[in-house]
């Protein structure tokens, strides 16, 4: 091990120690501190990060990663090509290395930076005038496989393809829910490439024209919404079956969760047509009443129905279709049912089962206002078809009536 290493490990074991003092602490955050200014830094924090290294020491990994995030967001766009690639694949292989026995942090940590840096360079190539000429250097600078490295980890086992939902949440909440400073250089290419890969082609093709510069970041034609939904189908089988163990329940639920958080990241604008395509109410509607499910997965899937009901839709048929499967008598029942379900002792509230009948209540709600909204401009289109009538009526002409004059003899 580099003697560097050794000695960053080394004042990280002082830091938290119990048997150090303040002065020894002191000197000991100085220097790592000192780190962060270093060229090499970004190194170190790989070499600290990698399970190969230090498989359990956490707080090593973990402060190895704070380094990487820190290099990437104040130097990246000093490095030249060579030293972005390079840093670049270092967190695909930390993120392939992730292991089921890691904490959550370490893996939420790893999204984090993968965020970071597709915001800076994923699909930088688009913002140039030859946009059907991308040279392979002008790929590699794009991170043109980055959806190709992402469906490799979704592939390679359970615990990667999980935090792909966790690198894509992230990605997600970066690109359409905060205001990001770096999106907000580089919003019109980040908008265009998240529905590119997160939608099938064929559907995009429905509503769009081709567009191959963008289809060049996309690593196949199906799109993610298709592989979550199967993963969603595999996740609830697992559930339904008989005698599974605590620990299989527990994964399952575990994966459902993070399924349905990166949904509601990105039900508010997928294309209808593609939730209609993935028929995606009807397996919400399947998860709240499923018995064996965890009380938080209907907590989300409430929060991702409320998305759903309450997003807008400029095409008043993908609203009946989307959402004619709710008004109809099984998905009035399945909604009265969960209500009905939801036992609250005022003497000892469950903070659980409280959220979920206020997250309930809450999308009950937005849904009938809705509803209103929809019947108030079906009224005043009423009401302008009536006035138009009444003015135009006016001005239709009249024939005139001459009196009948008959002459005397």
């Not at 949904?263 to 047509?273: E, K």
Request: with cysteine; hydrophobic share 40%.
């Amino acid at each position: 091990m580099d003697e560097g290493i050794k000695q960053i490990i080394l004042s990280l074991e002082v830091i938290y120690s119990p048997q150090s003092n303040n002065d020894q602490r002191h000197k000991a955050q100085f220097f790592l501190d000192g780190l962060k200014k270093l060229p090499e830094s970004p190194f170190y924090g790989y070499q600290l990060a990698n399970p190969d290294n230090n498989k359990f020491n956490y707080i090593v990994r973990h402060f190895g990663l704070n380094l990487l995030l820190n290099s990437i967001t104040t130097n990246y766009a000093t490095w030249d090509l060579e030293k972005r690639i390079t840093v670049r694949n270092w967190v695909v292989e930390l993120a392939t290395k992730t292991d089921v026995a890691d904490p959550n942090y370490l893996k939420e940590k790893i999204a984090f930076i993968w965020s970071e840096l597709a915001k800076r360079c994923w699909g930088a190539c688009l913002t140039s005038n030859a946009l059907a000429k991308f040279t392979d250097e002008m790929k590699l600078e794009s991170w043109a496989d980055m959806d190709n490295n992402l469906l490799e980890m979704w592939n390679h086992n359970t615990v990667t393809r999980n935090l792909t939902l966790i690198i894509l949440r992230c990605l997600f909440e970066d690109v359409y829910l905060l205001d990001d400073p770096i999106v907000a250089q580089r919003t019109s290419v980040l908008n265009s490439l998240c529905p590119e890969i997160v939608i099938s082609e064929d559907i995009l093709l429905l509503q769009y024209e081709a567009n191959e510069s963008i289809r060049t970041f996309a690593s196949n034609s199906e799109g993610w919404l298709l592989k979550w939904c199967s993963y969603l189908d595999d996740c609830v089988n697992v559930l339904l079956k008989q005698g599974i163990s605590a620990t299989e329940k527990e994964a399952a639920n575990t994966s459902i969760c993070k399924i349905l958080h990166v949904m509601r990241t990105s039900l508010y604008w997928i294309l209808p047509l593609a939730l209609r395509g993935s028929h995606v109410l009807t397996k919400l509607m399947m998860l709240i009443q499923l018995p064996a499910m965890d009380i938080k997965v209907k907590i989300l899937t409430i929060d991702c129905l409320q998305i759903i009901f309450t997003r807008p839709y400029n095409n008043p048929n993908d609203f009946d279709d989307i959402l004619g499967v709710v008004f109809q008598t099984q998905g009035l029942e399945v909604l009265f049912n969960l209500f009905q379900s939801i036992v609250l002792n005022p003497d000892d509230v469950d903070e659980n089962d409280y959220s979920l009948m206020k997250k309930l209540v809450e999308m009950i709600v937005g849904l009938s206002e809705y509803l209103q909204a929809e019947a108030d401009k079906d009224k005043s289109k009423m009401r302008q078809a009536q006035t138009t009538t009444l003015i135009i009526l006016p001005t239709i002409p009249t024939t005139t009536t001459i009196p009948l004059q008959i002459p005397t003899p």
